[in-house]
Every structure is written in C-alpha cells, then in structure tokens.
C-alpha cells in the first residue's frame, strides 16, 4: 500500500504559466485482495520510491515554472513600461521636432527684426543729422536778419529811392523773407516730429530683438532638456527589458532541466506500472488455474460422490440413473453464468461522482487551459461548486491521497474488480477530503468536497478511471 501524505489540505494559487501535467498516476495493485510474491513487495517499494521522487521533480518543476512566470510578468511589466515611454518618446520627439522649428522661426524673425532695428537706427541718424542741417539753416537766418533789422528799416522800405513800384517789390520781398523763414520752421518742426517716430520704432525694435532672444534661449534649454529625457528614458527601461529578458532565460533554463528530470522518472514509472501489470495479469492466471483446479476438484469429487451412492443404491435396490459430469459441468456453466451476470449488473450500477454536475471538459486531447500545451486530458470533469460532495461511484478502498503541484488534492478508490477488470477511480483538485487511506467506502458515500486546488482554472471535479492499470476515458464506464 502506498503511504498516506499526510492530511492537512495544501491549496495553490492559480498560475497562468503551469507545467505539463507532473502526477504520477498510481493506478494498479493498489490494495491487491490476493497474495502477490516478495518480488512484487520489492516493485511496489520501488513504485513509492518513485512516486516521492516524481513528485519531488514535480514540485521542483511548479518552483520553477512559478519562477518563469514571474520572469515574464515582469518582461511583460517592462515591456509595458518601455512601450509607455516608447509612446513619451514620440511626442518628445515631436516636441524636439516644434522646439527646433520655433528655434528656427525664432531665428529668422530675429534676423528681420534686426533688419528692421538697423533700419530704424539709420533713419534715428537720418533724421538727427537733417534736423542739425535745418537748425543751422534757421540759425544762419535767423542772425542775417537779425543783422538787418534796424529801427529805420520800415522808414527805408518807405522812403528809398525809386518809384511807388520799386516799393511794393521791396514789401514783397521783404512779406516773402518772412515766409520763408516760418517755412523753414514748419519743416524743422515735421522734421523733428519724424525723428521721434523714429526713435520709437527703434526702442520698439530693440525690444522686440531682445524678446526673441530671450524667447529663442528658452526654447534651445527646454530641447536640450527633452534631449537629455529622451535618453535618459530609452536607456534606463531598454536595460530593465534586458535584465528580464536574461531572467526569463534563466528560468526557462531552470524548467528545461527540471521536466528532463521529471520525464526520465516518468519513464522509469511507466516501466514500474508495466510490470505491475504484468505481476496483475499473472496472479489473474494464477487464481483462473487455481479455480480450474478447484472446478476439477469438486467435479472430481462429486463424481466420486455420484459413483459411491450409485454403488451404495444398487446394493439396496434398482440402479437410478447416475449423476454425469455433463451435468456437474452443466450446474457449473451455470454458476459461472450467474455470476457474470451479476458482474455485468454491478458494473451497470456506477452512479455519478458529483449528482447533476454537468461534464465541462471530456476526456481526450486538448489545449490545456493553463499551460497552453496540446495534451491530453487524462479523465472528465464535472463542474459544480467548491465544497459541493463528491461521492464514490463504487463501493471499494481509499488506497492513497495526497497533494500535487498539477491535480492538487487527490484520493484514489481501489473498487477490486469490475466487470472482469481490477478498477480504480481517482479524484482531484478537492478541497478537502472525508475519509482516510485504509477506510472501506460505499457506493454513494461521501468521500470529499469539490475544489480548485493544483492546476485548476476553476472550481470542478477532475475524474479519472483505470482498468487493468490502464487510463481509460471515465465516460466509457459511467
């Protein structure tokens, strides 16, 4: 019998990255109800031996598989940070792209508003030199009049030689001076009138010369400073990607070795279930020869029996017809018949394991929910609730339960032999268990309660059915 693992109830976490299904699948000769050789004792220690070194490669291989999946969650995390700064970059980048054109803008307006300062400055300097020409204009006049102008000017103008028409030409000359004079002066006056204009479009332009400056040093800073971000960003998470990306490695080197482990155990198990079987097949044959001996046996001595009371009868009085072996052998036919008849109806009587559960998964190849691998899906299961009983299909055995990293909490049911094969049942991913290795079960007890322990995406019942030591699909017998 293999050992009990202990009842305390170990439930894992749901993985989304899992390994390919490391059980080991005690199945046959567990509980045997025959005698079986020491050799037989020496495979079945061997078999324990092996299932606590499979399960040890395959804790090692969840240990592992948990490590690859958290590698990969944080590549995915990083590779979710560098497409996030990926997306920052770009719009650094177009903010580099406007800095660059404004900067460029910004030079060219600087360039015109230069110009335009030169210009301005040019017609300050125009300006000033026209109105120190019309100033000395007015001055020079001003004092060749002022030279002239006496107090007997107007007498003069009156009683200078000449005729009445010689005079009115003097008043006119005289009216057209002063004319000209105030003229000069209204120049002098637009003249200085212009050169403040002047100067003022100059400080303008000085100002605005100064403004893009100031603009075009800002807009230079903050591009060195998107620059400087830009690389700052791109080298610190393309470094943390490749970290993670040197851990998944690491890990994925890690489960390679740990399911090389796990399949060369695997191997040497399937060697181990063959020769159990073989052991199964032979003592079957050993009991078969021990029945037909005993057949003989009874036949033998019924015969003797017959042929004694045949002997004993015809002492006393006329010979009745003897008892044939034909009708021993007929009576024995008939038993046999009997009892195959009662074998068919105790293997029509299976019941369900979880009543009016619906089968979510069958039996057969598959893409595994967890573990994304086409594999087979070694049994069927019934979704219901955690906590919901799980009965057993058959009276029978508990011959093991335990804990695995993938089936999570199991128990196995020997039933004996059903319908001419030894069965047994197994369920998986409980929650808890009700009953103990060694216990003696019936068909409908309670023996657990459905779970999502091990590798489960859910809360369900995984079940599994071998006859003769071989997997079979559990609905073919249900």
Same mark, same amino acid.
């Given at each position: ?15 989304? =990255? ?11 000769? =567990? ?7 020491? +050799? ?27 490590? =690859?999946?958290?590698?990969? #969650? ?48 040019? #017609? ?48 006119? =000359? ?29 400080? *303008? ?21 998107? *620059?400087?971000? *830009? ?14 990306? +040197? ?22 198990? *399937? ?15 050993? #009991? ?12 033998? #001595? ?58 979510? +998964? ?117």
């Amino acid at each position: 019998m293999l050992r009990d693992r202990g009842t305390t109830m170990t439930t894992t976490p749901r993985r989304r =990255l899992a390994i390919r299904m490391a059980a080991v699948s005690i199945v046959a000769a =567990l509980g045997l109800g025959y005698a079986i050789p020491a +050799s037989a004792d020496q495979l079945d220690d061997r078999k324990q031996e092996l299932s606590s070194q499979i399960d040890t490669a395959s804790s090692s291989m969840g240990e592992s598989s948990q490590a =690859l999946q958290d590698a990969v #969650a944080r590549l995915e995390t990083s590779q979710g940070q560098l497409s996030a700064a990926e997306a920052t970059l770009a719009r650094t980048r177009d903010e580099v792209a406007g800095a660059k054109a404004e900067d460029a803008r910004l030079a060219a307006s600087l360039v015109d508003a230069e110009a335009e300062l030169a210009t301005a400055e040019a #017609a300050v300097a125009a300006g000033e030199r026209a109105i120190a020409g019309q100033r000395a204009m007015i001055g020079g006049i001003a004092r060749e009049q002022y030279q002239r102008q006496h107090n007997l000017m107007g007498v003069a103008l009156l009683v200078g030689q000449g005729s009445s028409a010689g005079l009115q030409t003097r008043i006119q =000359l005289s009216t057209t001076m002063m004319d000209t004079n105030q003229a000069q002066l209204d120049r002098l006056n637009e003249m200085q009138t212009t050169l403040e204009t002047a100067r003022a479009a100059k400080v *303008e332009a000085q100002q605005k010369v100064a403004a893009q400056k100031d603009a075009a040093a800002q807009v230079l800073a903050s591009l060195k400073e998107l *620059e400087a971000a *830009e690389a700052q960003q791109q080298a610190s998470v393309s470094a943390a990607v490749a970290a993670n990306k +040197s851990a998944q490695q690491a890990a994925q080197e890690q489960v390679d070795a740990d399911k090389k482990a796990y399949e060369q155990l695997s191997t040497e198990r *399937e060697k181990v279930n063959a020769d159990i079987v073989a052991r199964d097949e032979a003592a079957a044959k050993a #009991a078969e020869a021990k029945a037909e001996a005993d057949r003989k046996a009874r036949e033998a #001595a019924a015969a003797q029996a017959a042929a004694e009371a045949a002997k004993a009868a015809s002492a006393a009085k006329p010979a009745a017809p003897a008892v044939t072996s034909s009708n021993v052998s007929a009576g024995t036919k008939t038993s046999s018949s009997a009892a195959k008849v009662t074998n068919r109806q105790s293997w029509a009587g299976l019941i369900m394991p979880v009543a009016g559960a619906p089968i979510t +998964s069958v039996y057969g190849m598959r893409v595994h929910p967890i573990t994304k691998i086409y594999k087979l899906h070694d049994g069927t299961d019934f979704g219901a609730a955690c906590g919901t009983p799980i009965r057993a299909v058959a009276n029978g055995r508990v011959s093991q339960r335990y804990y695995n990293a993938g089936y999570g909490n199991r128990l196995f049911i020997d039933h004996g032999t059903l319908g001419g094969k030894r069965t047994t049942t197994a369920y998986n991913h409980l929650s808890r268990y009700n009953v103990s290795v060694g216990q003696t079960v019936k068909q409908g007890q309670v023996i657990g309660y459905v779970g999502t322990t091990g590798y489960s995406t859910g809360c369900h019942l995984h079940f599994m059915v071998w006859r003769n030591g071989q997997m079979v699909n559990p609905q073919t017998v249900l």
